[in-house]
C-alpha cells in the first residue's frame, strides 16, 4: 500500500500553498473558482481522502488534537490531567471525546488527521500547541475548532487559556515580598506562548518594582523541537528563580544542590501548574496551580455552542488559577 496523500503533495503540484489547498478543498473563499475546480479534480485524481468534505454532524464526538512533543514523559502529567478533565465535561454535555496524536511529520506537512479525513468528530480542540499552517490545513475542514492551552496572536478562533501573565506576576510578587530582588528566569519563551505570557508578567512585576530583568539570569530550558536540554547555571547567581514549570524547576533544584547551593537559603525556587513535581520536589515548590478542570469545561461549554451553530464573534476566554505557597521559596 502507498503512502497517503497529503495536502502538501497537492500544493507542491499546482505551486500553490497548502493553505490554499485547503481552502480549495473547503470551498472557501481566497482561492479562484478556476484554481478550486483544479485542487478538487487533483485531489480526486490522487485519491485524497479530504476531498469527500468535512465529517457529518451529528457523530456526538469531539476531537483532541495534540502535538506528540507535548504529549510526551515531559508534560505527561498535566496533559493526562487537562484530558481527563475534557473527557468528563463532553461527557455531561451528552458528547464522546477522542484523542489523535499528531506526530511532527504530519504537523510538518499539513496532513489532515484521521478525525477529520474519517469524517469520526462534529468539532475539534488543538491542545499544547501547532504549527498555524496546520492549524490552517485542518480548520479548512469547515469543522468547528477551539485553541486549549494556547493562542496565536492576532488569529481568529476560540482560545480557552490560563492566565499565565498573572500567575507570572503573582510568583514574582511573592518573591520579591520576601526581600529577593534579584530573580532570574528559566524557560525557552519561544517555546510556547504559555512561557512567554509567565516571563510577561515576571518582567511585569520587576518593573513595577523599580527592577530591570537581567539577560543573563534568563535561562533556555528546551530546544528548538521542545525537547528539554541541560540547565546551565549563569556565572553570578541571583538570589531567586521563576521557572517556565515545575518539572524544571525540580531539575534546576537539583542542579544547585550540586553546585552547593541551598533551597531557599541561598536561593529561592518557584515552579508552575503544580503538578507531580512539585511535591515530588526537595524542598516542595511554590507553583502557580492551573484550573485544569475549569478549562476544560470552558472549552467544552464554547465548542457545544460551535456545534449548536451559535453565531458569536471568536473569544479568548483566560482562567485564572491559584498561587500554592512551600518552602521552596522561604515561605508556606
Not at 493526562?80 to 463532553?90: D, N
Request: hydrophobic share 40%.
Amino acid at each position: 500500500m502507498g503512502k497517503p496523500v497529503r495536502m502538501a503533495d497537492i500544493a507542491e503540484r499546482l505551486g500553490i500553498s497548502v493553505v490554499s489547498v485547503s481552502k480549495a478543498l473547503a470551498g472557501k473563499s481566497g482561492v479562484s473558482e478556476e484554481m478550486r475546480a483544479k485542487v478538487v479534480a487533483l485531489a480526486q485524481e490522487l485519491g485524497y481522502e479530504g476531498v469527500r468534505g468535512p465529517a457529518a454532524a451529528g457523530t456526538g464526538n469531539v476531537g483532541v488534537l495534540v502535538a506528540d512533543r507535548f504529549f510526551n514523559e515531559n508534560v505527561f502529567s498535566f496533559y493526562t490531567s487537562l484530558y481527563r478533565s475534557l473527557v468528563l465535561a463532553c461527557g455531561a454535555e451528552g458528547l464522546t471525546c477522542m484523542m489523535e496524536i499528531v506526530s511532527r511529520e504530519a504537523e510538518r506537512s499539513a496532513s489532515l488527521p484521521v478525525l477529520v479525513t474519517g469524517r469520526k468528530v462534529d468539532g475539534l480542540i488543538f491542545l499544547g500547541n501547532l504549527d498555524p499552517d496546520y492549524l490552517h490545513a485542518v480548520a479548512g475542514s469547515g469543522l468547528p475548532c477551539l485553541l486549549l492551552d494556547f493562542y496565536i496572536p492576532g488569529g481568529k478562533a476560540d482560545c480557552v487559556v490560563s492566565d499565565n501573565l498573572d500567575g507570572g506576576c503573582a510568583l514574582t510578587e511573592h518573591l520579591l515580598a520576601q526581600g529577593r530582588r534579584d530573580i532570574g528566569f528559566v524557560g525557552s519563551i519561544r517555546a510556547t506562548c504559555s512561557i512567554m505570557d509567565r516571563y510577561l508578567g515576571y518582567q511585569r512585576a520587576l518593573r513595577m518594582a523599580g527592577l530591570t530583568p537581567r539577560e543573563d539570569w534568563l535561562l533556555e530550558d528546551r530546544d528548538e523541537k521542545g525537547d528539554f536540554i541541560p540547565l546551565k547555571l549563569p556565572e553570578e547567581l541571583p538570589q531567586a528563580f521563576l521557572c517556565s514549570c515545575d518539572e524544571v524547576a525540580y531539575r534546576l533544584v537539583e542542579i544547585l544542590r550540586r553546585a552547593g547551593k541551598r533551597v531557599p537559603e541561598d536561593i529561592a525556587v518557584c515552579g508552575y501548574d503544580d503538578f507531580r513535581f512539585a511535591t515530588l520536589c526537595q524542598p516542595p515548590l511554590t507553583s502557580y496551580r492551573v484550573n485544569v478542570e475549569q478549562m476544560a469545561e470552558t472549552a467544552v461549554n464554547r465548542i457545544s455552542a460551535r456545534l449548536r451553530q451559535e453565531q458569536t464573534e471568536p473569544l479568548t476566554f483566560k482562567v485564572s488559577g491559584q498561587m500554592v505557597l512551600r518552602e521552596s521559596s522561604g515561605k508556606h
